[in-house]
């Protein structure tokens, strides 16, 4: 397989901030086929598409999993952020205070009412039972807040991300980051593709830290895949199956949906599917479901770059991103999109 895809981008390529209007984030355009390369904004996404595509999208909805407060005991201060619970109600954490706190000591969530209690450690996780009978998610509602990558002003949400670090559908809280491709998507955008012949249908798949994990060592082949909890329904496995058979592409909106379509058709057949995927996609790999993908430029290193690697060419992708630095695209969360037309398309 190809090896690890590492590039420079310079700091000031990482967007901060979203784009005046969703809609009028940057979108490059990539054959598969050629290697081509077109420019575009991302309202002119239902032009490039077909009559008959099927757009597919991931509407899991970013939970307010960052949580501050301090240790009871000694008033320092605490930072935690929720990443999910157990089946006994216990929730995983990845937690930073100074000191080394032990089992049984109590943290102070403000502003609350919340306290957590500190049961033990796990991989480096922390496992905190909440003094609460509600839901997580209700919990978190009350008390947390929207949580940020680490390279968006230090993790720091703004009353503006509120809303731009969601998705204008999403439903099913569970993520502690946005699928964010679809983060462009505006209702002007969805009556256009409609007015076309362009579908859309939706996956879940909650979004967990490990999508930003980084591959350690020089051989992808001996990373362990992070796993993240998807749902593929019938409802859109019925509508992939009429995509097909009328001729139109199942275009992918994110690498989460296209994780979660690949691992309901890892049999080689489409079915409806839920659970945790672990499924790693990178090159070679024949794609069982998804023909096309929009997608925004990815930390290098990662195993989101080798997943769009797999359907775009490596080396394809290479002179994509190369291209994005020239051009001064923005990358990362916050930044703009890619249009891969993938192996099918002639």
Avoid at 60 to 68: G, I, S
Avoid at 178 to 203: N, Q, Y
Avoid at 295 to 310: E, K, M, Q, R
Wanted: with cysteine.
């Amino acid at each position: 397989m190809s090896g690890l895809f590492e590039y420079h981008l310079p700091p000031h390529l990482i967007a901060q901030h979203p784009a005046a209007r969703r809609d009028a984030s940057r979108l490059m355009e990539l054959d598969r086929n050629t290697g081509a390369i077109r420019h575009h904004f991302f309202r002119d996404l239902p032009t490039l598409l077909h009559p008959g595509d099927l757009l597919v999208l991931n509407d899991t909805r970013v939970l307010p999993a960052r949580l501050l407060g301090r240790r009871a005991d000694t008033g320092g201060k605490w930072e935690g952020l929720f990443l999910h619970a157990d089946a006994d109600g216990c929730w995983e954490m990845l937690c930073q205070t100074k000191g080394h706190p032990t089992a049984g000591e109590r943290f102070i969530v403000e502003p609350g009412p919340l306290s957590l209690t500190l049961e033990g450690k796990r991989d480096g996780h922390w496992l905190m039972r909440p003094d609460a009978d509600e839901t997580p998610e209700a919990v978190l509602q009350r008390v947390g807040q929207l949580p940020l990558p680490p390279y968006i002003r230090k993790g720091r949400a703004s009353p503006e991300d509120t809303d731009r670090y969601q998705t204008v559908y999403a439903k099913y809280g569970g993520s502690v980051a946005a699928p964010t491709a679809g983060l462009h998507f505006t209702d002007d955008v969805f009556a256009a593709l409609s007015k076309r012949g362009i579908a859309t249908t939706t996956v879940t798949l909650h979004v967990g830290l490990g999508t930003f994990q980084p591959i350690r060592g020089d051989d992808p082949e001996k990373h362990v895949m992070h796993g993240e909890w998807a749902s593929v329904p019938e409802a859109t496995v019925a509508a992939i199956r009429d995509c097909k058979a009328r001729g139109g592409r199942v275009v992918a909106v994110g690498t989460t949906a296209t994780r979660a379509l690949e691992t309901a058709s890892a049999s080689g057949t489409l079915q409806p599917w839920q659970g945790v995927s672990n499924l790693y996609i990178r090159p070679p790999y024949t794609f069982n479901t998804v023909d096309a993908l929009i997608t925004n430029f990815h930390l290098p290193g990662t195993t989101l770059l080798l997943l769009v690697g797999a359907l775009a060419g490596m080396e394809h992708l290479r002179d994509a991103y190369a291209t994005a630095v020239r051009e001064e695209y923005r990358f990362y969360s916050y930044g703009d999109a890619m249009l891969i037309h993938g192996r099918r398309d002639g």
